[in-house]
Structure formats: structure tokens, C-alpha cells
């Protein structure tokens, strides 16, 4: 069983920077589509990055282009979400996800962006 474990949301003031990251333990990780998704409060879950198994490959919601940046460390098993420039609309709960024929979520980590 794939568990995914996120971790490094916080509160932050507009214009700051937070790094997500998510720990996976079980399955192969190398083999694992990474993605980040974003869900706040009365909207729906919405896709926010994605990087292949091996990392050559990401993509982006036009919402956070340049301005956040997604990695993998296949040895820690892990993903990373680093974000800049962080505005008021990008506060949400943050969720991994792992996908291998299979889909696994994260429980989902709090990103609060406020003054």
C-alpha cells in the first residue's frame, strides 16, 4: 500500500515563499507520476503542477507558471513544491498525489497566505 505523507505548509504573507514536500513509503516510487493539486475552500480540487516518473518532464496550472516549481529526489522517495510570490488566492489545502495505474493521495497540508 502507497502512503503519501505532505509536509511545510504554514502561514505566509503575500509576496513569501513556502517548500511543500511528500514523503512516499510503500509501491516504487521511481515509477510514480508525481503531481500537486490544490483545493480550497468551496472550489473544487484543481491540478497545480505535475512531474514525470524520472523528473525530465513537468507541467503547470497557468495560475502559478514561474512562480512555482515542482522536483523530485527519486533516492528520498520524495516530491517537492517550491513556491514563490505567493498571493492571497494561492491559500488552499495542498495534496500529493502518486499515480501508477493506481491513484494515492496525500492527507493534504494547509498553505495559508495572509498579511
Known amino acids: 500500500q502507497v502512503q503519501l505523507v505532505e509536509s511545510g505548509g504554514g502561514l505566509v504573507q503575500p509576496g513569501g515563499s513556502l517548500r511543500l514536500s511528500c514523503v512516499a513509503s510503500g509501491g516504487t516510487f521511481s515509477r510514480f507520476v508525481m503531481r500537486w493539486y490544490r483545493q480550497a475552500p468551496g472550489k473544487e480540487r484543481e491540478l497545480v503542477a505535475g512531474i514525470s516518473d524520472g523528473g525530465a518532464s513537468t507541467n503547470y496550472a497557468d495560475s502559478v507558471k514561474g512562480r512555482i516549481t515542482i522536483s523530485r529526489d527519486n533516492g528520498k522517495k520524495t516530491v517537492y513544491l517550491q513556491m514563490n510570490s505567493l498571493k492571497p488566492e494561492d491559500a488552499a489545502v495542498y495534496y500529493c498525489?502518486?499515480?501508477?495505474?493506481?491513484?494515492?493521495w496525500g492527507q493534504g497540508t494547509q498553505v495559508t497566505v495572509s498579511s
Open positions: 498525489n502518486a499515480r501508477f495505474f493506481k491513484s494515492y
